[in-house]
T-cell receptor, first 117, second 116 residues
C-alpha cells in the first residue's frame, strides 16, 4: 500500500513553454501533497504544500506564478512549470500523506526529470 | 526554524559489516518525528525507519536501527550486515508533530558505498 506515482518520469521541453507534472496516490486518498525540487547531488528542497480543495502554500523564494499547483481531488495534484527556462531544469518529486495510514509519514513518488532546452 | 545536519557526505563499508550514519538536528519543539530515507540510483525515496520523539525506545527495522538521543538532538542510523543493495544516498529528516505543519526538513545526505 501507499503507492505514489508521477507522470511523466522524464520530460524535455523548449524554453518558454509550460510543462505539467502529475502526482497521484494510487491506493489511498491524500489530503496533503508536497512538491520538492532536487538539484544534482543535493538534498530535497520543499517548494510547496498542497491541500485538497484549497490553495497551495509556497515556501519562501518559490514563485507561485511560475510553479502552479493544483490539488483538485484526493488522489491527484499537478505542478505546472510555466514559461520554463533552462534554470528550471531539475528533478521534481512529490509526496503524499493521508489520514488513516501512518499519518506522520510521507510517501514519495518516483520523481520527474525536467530538462528545458 | 528547524535544521538537520548530516556531517558525513560520504561513507563506505565492507559488505556484511556494520556502518553508522550520523544526523543531528536543531529544534525548540518537544514533540516531533525523525526519519531516515534512502534514495538509490533510481532516485525513488524509500522510508527506512521512523522515530517518534516521545518514545524513548530506539526504533528498529530488521537490519536498520537508530540511536536516538533527544537531549543531544542526535539521530544516527546503524546498518548491520551491510548488503550491496544498501548502496544509496541516505537522508535524515525532521517533521514537527504540530497539526498543520507536516513538512519535512531534510539534511544534506550521506552517500553510502558498499565494498564487495
Amino acid at each position: 500500500g501507499a503507492v505514489v506515482s508521477q507522470h511523466p518520469s522524464w520530460v524535455i521541453c523548449k524554453s518558454g513553454t509550460s510543462v505539467k507534472i502529475e502526482c497521484r496516490s494510487l491506493d489511498f486518498q491524500a489530503t496533503t501533497m508536497f512538491w520538492y525540487r532536487q538539484f544534482p547531488k543535493q538534498s530535497l528542497m520543499l517548494m510547496a504544500t498542497s491541500n485538497e480543495g484549497s490553495k497551495a502554500t509556497y515556501e519562501q523564494g518559490v514563485e507561485k506564478d511560475k510553479f502552479l499547483i493544483n490539488h483538485a481531488s484526493l488522489t491527484l495534484s499537478t505542478l505546472t512549470v510555466t514559461s520554463a527556462h533552462p534554470e528550471d531544469s531539475s528533478f521534481y518529486i512529490c509526496s503524499a500523506r493521508a489520514p488513516g495510514l501512518v499519518t506522520d509519514t510521507q510517501y514519495f513518488g518516483p520523481g520527474t526529470r525536467l530538462t528545458v532546452l | 526554524a528547524q535544521t538537520v545536519t548530516q556531517s558525513q557526505p560520504e561513507m563506505s563499508v565492507q559488505e556484511a559489516e556494520t556502518v553508522t550514519l550520523s544526523c543531528t538536528y536543531d529544534t525548540s519543539e518537544s514533540d516531533y518525528y525523525l526519519f531516515w530515507y534512502k534514495q538509490p540510483p533510481s532516485r525513488q525515496m524509500i522510508l527506512v525507519i521512523r522515530q517518534e520523539a516521545y518514545k524513548q525506545q530506539n526504533a528498529t527495522e530488521n537490519r536498520f536501527s537508530v540511536n536516538f538521543q533527544k537531549a543531544a538532538k542526535s539521530f544516527s542510523l546503524k546498518i548491520s550486515d551491510s548488503q550491496l543493495g544498501d548502496a544509496a544516498m541516505y537522508f535524515c529528516a525532521y517533521r514537527s508533530a504540530h497539526f498543520g505543519n507536516e513538512k519535512l526538513t531534510f539534511g544534506t545526505g550521506t552517500r553510502l558505498t558498499i565494498i564487495p
